[in-house]
């Protein structure tokens, strides 16, 4: 039962609005059978998108998924269908349950579709309620539920193959922190009976659970460093579009162009930038990947801060002021 | 995986019932005028086999006995009689009036030689014998004693045949030659046709008809309607099927999710589509048997005949699965091309 993740460059990107947009752009990540991985990150980080990439749902740009000795990206028909019948098992975000179905039906679903015959299916669905404690809510059907007793009704759900893997999109985003607690120890239990767990969340309340954390928002330097002078040559880019920034930049002399990429690989010029001016702020404020590139159209030289620094520098520069400045 | 698929239907059972009623009801529509078609078609053999002669005869440029009042004299039956293979003679006279029936009704009026080729057999009561007396069908609501006004004289009632009515429902009477001729041709011995027992192929003058012939030309009149109500039991279906389709197709709009988490969760596209289609063709049998009931019920308390044939019936629930499978692609296509990443998400 054992399996362990690897994950290798990995690069998503996709249209938004006429602009691509990478999430994930070049996630390294291994895993090992007992673990409980956590996915941290704001929206937009990527965590539900990496999800859909290990349950074989979503196709990466690029890179290497192996789950056991399995190539997830090259999954295709029947061997895609085993693949997310049996080696992974999904904890959805908002339960996900059937509503006409009561909650032993709901967790003998995936074993019926599986060709488990139906009294084997139902005597394994009935252990596996039993071992999330909802043996008395058997026959209650999701909407006679509590929020963490559907989640309950999930997580026996996911684990009917008994897969290796098990995946959790916000298991606790819906539940208060008592049902919460109950979650977070079934989900350890499953990690312990040497399963891979690999979580997506926004609740810091679970990194005490995980082994091990993986912060898939890019952040901001905080520290105090020394501004550096860069020199740039004409065309010479600056920083890219999707790029983690943790710099903000002041054009001390020629001009900087800062230029969006649409998805057919025209640019549209966003601002110019002369001396005095500064730029590229956004991206380490509010731990942003750069919405833009910056390219110098003449022999320019920046200085580039870090955020701290540019704050202390720029005191007059609120956050509402530089959202309204901004240029990338 | 189909009991995923019953239960959504006692989830959904409101519109469930709602649906196989919606349905039942057109399909029923669809008995019903397939039932009316098939009386037009039927009466009209009964009304010529009531009879019970071989041959009719009508003047040359006549359409037929029952479409034409070209009149003749009567006493051409006598010659005719004389030909060979024919075993018996007799003028008839086929007319219209309006009567009496508590409402003002059209019937047709069939003059007879009481005893005579052409004279009917009766269901209740005597065959006619004498002037003034009258048999009429069933469908007439009369019976054996009762009276009845014809060409603005007052009919004896003796006998009824059942059955007997032709142009769509429009029920017959049988009277002597002898008063019509007396009532409707002012005392003139003259008739419409001839009809013999005993083959005949020919006379001059005249163009011999078989049954068949007969038969063929007393429906002409009756064909544009016949057609109609055809394209009609066409569009019947048609709505039957949008009515099924909708259903299917909002049940697969409303499980969005529940497909894409049972594709998320290894369920093949195969068995979603089939759950869904038993679901179409659940809801097309429980419409067809609705319809079946409905029809049977409905039927008596139409004014025209209803003759619903035997095999109608068979075919219904064939058709309402072709016709459910048909109108549930849409649904079908939506379930299988659901993203199974929507399972994601809040």
């Known amino acids: 039962m054992t399996t362990h993740v690897q994950i290798r460059d990995l690069v998503v990107e996709y249209s938004s609005g006429g602009y691509p947009v990478r999430p994930i752009n070049g996630l390294d990540l291994d895993a090992s059978p007992g673990e409980v991985v956590l996915l941290l990150g704001a929206s937009g980080s990527g965590k539900t998108t990496l999800l859909s990439i290990l349950a074989a749902i979503l196709t990466p740009t690029s890179g290497s998924v192996r789950v056991g000795d399995a190539e997830v990206t090259t999954l295709r028909g029947a061997a895609l269908t085993r693949y997310r019948r049996d080696t992974v098992g999904v904890v959805f975000q908002a339960f996900n349950l059937i509503p006409s179905l009561t909650a032993l039906e709901n967790v003998e679903v995936p074993l019926r579709a599986g060709g488990v015959k139906r009294k084997v299916a139902k005597a394994r669905a009935k252990l596996l309620l039993e071992s999330v404690d909802l043996a008395e809510r058997m026959t209650h059907r999701p909407g006679d539920l509590s929020g963490g007793q559907q989640q309950r009704v999930a997580i026996a759900r996911a684990l009917a193959h008994d897969p290796p893997l098990v995946l959790g999109d916000e298991p606790t985003a819906h539940l208060d922190y008592i049902q919460v607690e109950g979650v977070l120890k079934i989900l350890r239990r499953i990690a312990d009976d040497g399963r891979l767990v690999i979580v997506a969340t926004h609740d810091d309340r679970m990194i005490p659970l995980a082994d091990r954390v993986v912060n898939l928002t890019p952040r901001a330097d905080v520290e105090s460093r020394p501004p550096v002078r860069v020199e740039l040559v004409a065309g010479a880019e600056l920083f890219a579009q999707g790029d983690v920034g943790d710099l903000v930049y002041v054009v001390e002399s020629g001009e900087i162009d800062i230029v969006r990429t649409r998805d057919d690989g025209t640019g549209e010029q966003v601002a110019i930038v002369k001396p005095g001016n500064y730029f590229g702020e956004l991206a380490p404020m509010f731990g942003l990947r750069r919405s833009a590139g910056a390219r110098a159209t003449e022999p320019t030289v920046v200085t580039a801060y870090t955020m701290r620094d540019f704050r202390d520098r720029f005191q007059l520069v609120t956050p509402t002021e530089t959202l309204a400045n901004a240029a990338d | ?346």
Do not use: C
């Open chain 2, 1 to 346: 995986m189909l009991f995923v698929s019953l239960r959504d239907l006692q989830w959904r059972r409101r519109r469930f019932t709602i649906g196989v009623l919606a349905t039942g009801l057109v399909f029923a529509l669809a008995l019903l005028i397939t039932g009316f078609a098939g009386s037009f078609h039927n009466e009209v053999k009964r009304a010529v086999d009531a009879f019970a002669v071989d041959r009719w005869l009508v003047p040359d440029g006549a359409s037929g006995p029952f479409t034409s009042a070209a009149v003749f004299p009567a006493a051409v039956a006598d010659e005719v009689a004389q030909v060979t293979g024919v075993d018996a003679a007799a003028p008839i006279a086929v007319l219209r009036d309006s009567v009496d029936l508590g409402s003002r009704t059209d019937v047709n009026v069939i003059a007879v030689t009481p005893g005579a080729p052409g004279s009917p057999a009766v269901r209740s009561g005597d065959a006619l014998s004498r002037s003034g007396e009258i048999v009429v069908d069933a469908s007439t609501g009369l019976d054996v004693g009762d009276e009845l006004d014809v060409f603005g004289e007052t009919f004896a009632v003796v006998g009824t045949t059942s059955g007997v009515t032709y142009y769509a429902g429009t029920p017959t009477v049988f009277i002597p030659i002898e008063d019509t001729q007396r009532l409707a041709f002012s005392g003139q011995p003259l008739a419409t046709a001839v009809v013999t027992t005993g083959a005949i192929s020919e006379f001059d003058g005249f163009q011999v008809l078989t049954n068949d012939d007969t038969i063929e030309e007393l429906r002409r009149p009756l064909g544009k309607a016949t057609s109609t109500i055809d394209f009609l039991r066409v569009l019947l279906w048609i709505v039957a099927a949008g009515i099924i389709g909708s259903v299917v197709y909002l049940q697969a709009v409303e499980r969005t999710r529940d497909f894409a988490v049972l594709k998320a969760t290894g369920t093949t596209n195969g068995t979603l589509a089939i759950g869904l289609a038993v679901q179409a063709i659940i809801l097309a049998v429980a419409a067809a048997v609705a319809a079946v009931v409905l029809a049977l019920l409905l039927s008596p308390v139409m004014s025209m005949d209803v003759e619903i044939p035997t095999s109608a019936f068979v075919v219904l629930p064939i058709v309402a699965i072709a016709v459910g499978l048909l109108s549930s692609l849409a649904g079908l296509r939506r379930a299988v091309t659901v993203d199974p990443a929507l399972a994601f998400g809040g």
